[in-house]
């Protein structure tokens, strides 16, 4: 009987191939679908990484729509047990500003009222108002709960609130600036919701909305109701006046004077320097994000002018980006496109000014939240494996870059920290220094398999279980590396090494730093990962969330 219980202990000690579950593990671990074996996520994890990561674009393994359903039935099961902490968590990463994108939190939130509970519907209903801030939330929000099957009472109030309760100067200039979204318009949402008009100017922008808004005319001149918004008397004035004569482009700069949005501008005026360099003033930070290379197309910011430095100046204001909710994926994008030279689909080239991603780099930073760097010695590991080259969240850039980013985002915080880039192997250290900045990305994916385990065996002196090092730099040096915490970007999906990674991380344990931690940053929503449930040392996150930082921080300071 010893004999027989020696046996099993010692298998389940042993090395176990990521493609098999660790000996007596079994009911805690599931398929990865890369064909290894990782940890089962539990729900509430998932939810978590699901509302900050989503499901656009899928992953290199899962299409878009089986990873949405994924989750979706892991939100419902979440849902279904305590429908109001779900609310809670989409509510509170959504007005943290902690995602990259809203959307998956408002999927929640009609998951929710279509599955949930009457509690957990009336704890979506009063967090709604501060959930749907623009024009296009509640058009994008709309079309989610008609795809879940209908309207009832309290979908209809949720929208008719918005409408009532927005201040009205605000709501005329959402109504203008965003008409239609997801083959959803204004009209649609007056027509199905019924709101009241709790003022006359609130019944003028339904109106207007309704293309009911009429003139009375004065010595030729239209005259509009005194109670409609300036914005929308502008706009009315601005499409009336235009047969007159006015060419697009003097019409357009009227129209920018007049404070309208540039979705209200005549389109064919937007190639003109003029109109670019009248926008940039009162762009909004978003939308300066979007629109950086067609102003340095357009000579608005080009090296040494005042429409540089202006923009740089708006790039610079954190207090601008905070209350903007800029997150910092939108902020990597946008310099990584802008860096390029040249639009995503390649139809329009600019040429890059320096002060411009100089103001990026720290837009970079300030969109983050940060907090006192714990002084630990940190081995950051960036998966660049071949799944990694899959874009992220829906973007034109790799997961490996935008995981880079975020590496050098923790290892300027950290003096001591250390990042390598691994696939099977090790195969680069990245130098980084408080001046690296993400100007310095690049695209860089190895193609080949995953080993998670890979920097632990690297600190370990080992070359890995697997691999072979490209690079003789990064041969390990003689003897052991002593970190105390390690933090792995990857998207899960292990499966190349001969031992697991939690199986990994005890030997490092045993032989280096029995209190060594690890903090694995999820760069996907699947269902499977590497954090061992039973490791009170280990931690998992979503790789991509605004508070990372003071997220691994804490962790590891302990």
Not at 161 to 169: A, G, H, K, L
Not at 333 to 355: E, M
Not at 551 to 558: A, Y
């Amino acid at each position: 009987m010893t004999r027989a219980y020696t046996n099993f202990a010692n298998k389940q000690n042993a090395p176990t191939p990521q493609s098999q579950p660790i000996p007596g593990r079994e009911a805690v671990m599931t398929p990865n679908n890369a064909g290894g074996f990782g940890f089962v996520l539990d729900d509430w994890e998932r939810l978590n990484r699901f509302l900050i990561l989503g499901s656009e674009g899928g992953t290199y393994y899962v299409k878009e729509g089986t990873l949405t359903e994924q989750n979706a039935q892991a939100a419902i099961r979440c849902i279904k047990a305590d429908g109001q902490r779900v609310a809670r968590m989409a509510y509170q990463i959504n007005v943290d500003n902690r995602a990259p994108k809203v959307d998956q939190q408002l999927f929640v939130m009609a998951l929710i009222l279509k599955h949930g509970d009457l509690p957990a519907k009336k704890a979506v209903e009063m967090r709604m108002p501060e959930m749907l801030r623009t024009g296009t939330h509640v058009l994008h929000f709309a079309a989610m709960l008609d795809g879940l099957g209908g309207w009832n009472r309290t979908k209809r109030r949720i929208i008719a609130n918005w409408f009532q309760d927005c201040e009205t100067d605000k709501l005329a200039y959402q109504v203008l600036k965003y008409q239609n979204r997801d083959s959803w318009r204004m009209l649609d949402l007056l027509r199905v919701s019924h709101p009241s008009a709790p003022s006359l100017a609130h019944a003028e922008v339904y109106n207007w909305i309704r293309g009911k808004t009429e003139g009375v005319a004065v010595n030729g001149v239209p005259i509009w109701p005194a109670a409609l918004p300036d914005v929308l008397k502008f706009h009315l004035e601005f499409i009336t006046r235009r047969p007159e004569g006015l060419d697009p482009v003097t019409s357009a700069l009227r129209g920018i004077d007049l404070g309208l949005p540039r979705e209200a501008l005549p389109t064919e005026a937007l190639n003109n320097p003029k109109v670019w360099a009248a926008m940039l003033p009162d762009m909004p930070v978003h939308a300066l994000l979007r629109n950086l290379g067609n102003l340095s197309k357009h000579g608005v910011t080009a090296n040494g002018t005042p429409g540089a430095a202006l923009a740089a100046q708006k790039l610079r204001d954190a207090g601008a980006l905070k209350k903007a909710r800029v997150h910092p994926f939108a902020v990597l994008l946008a310099a990584l496109v802008y860096r390029s030279g040249k639009g995503i689909k390649g139809s329009s080239t600019w040429r890059v000014t320096p002060a411009i991603m100089a103001a990026l780099e720290d837009a970079y930073d300030a969109a983050f939240t940060y907090t006192v760097p714990t002084g630990k010695r940190i081995l950051v590991g960036v998966d660049t494996s071949g799944s990694m080259s899959q874009m992220c969240v829906g973007s034109p850039i790799s997961t490996a870059t935008a995981a880079q980013a975020v590496a050098i985002t923790l290892a300027r915080l950290e003096p001591n920290a250390v990042v390598v880039n691994f696939d099977i192997a090790v195969q680069r250290v990245v130098p980084v220094t408080p001046r690296t900045g993400i100007a310095r990305l690049r695209e860089n994916t190895q193609g080949d398999g995953t080993d998670v385990s890979a920097p632990v065996w690297w600190a370990l002196g080992v070359k890995g279980s697997r691999g072979l090092w490209r690079d003789p730099d990064v041969a390990p040096m003689a003897g052991k590396q002593v970190f105390d915490a390690f933090a792995i970007l990857t998207d899960d999906e292990t499966w190349a090494g001969s031992a697991h990674p939690s199986q990994v991380l005890e030997q490092y344990r045993r032989e280096v730093n029995p209190a060594a931690k690890l903090v694995c940053c999820s760069m996907a929503a699947n269902h499977a990962n590497i954090i061992d449930p039973n490791d009170a040392l280990s931690l998992g996150c979503a790789g991509l969330d605004a508070n990372l930082p003071v997220i691994v921080s804490d962790f590891i300071g302990r």
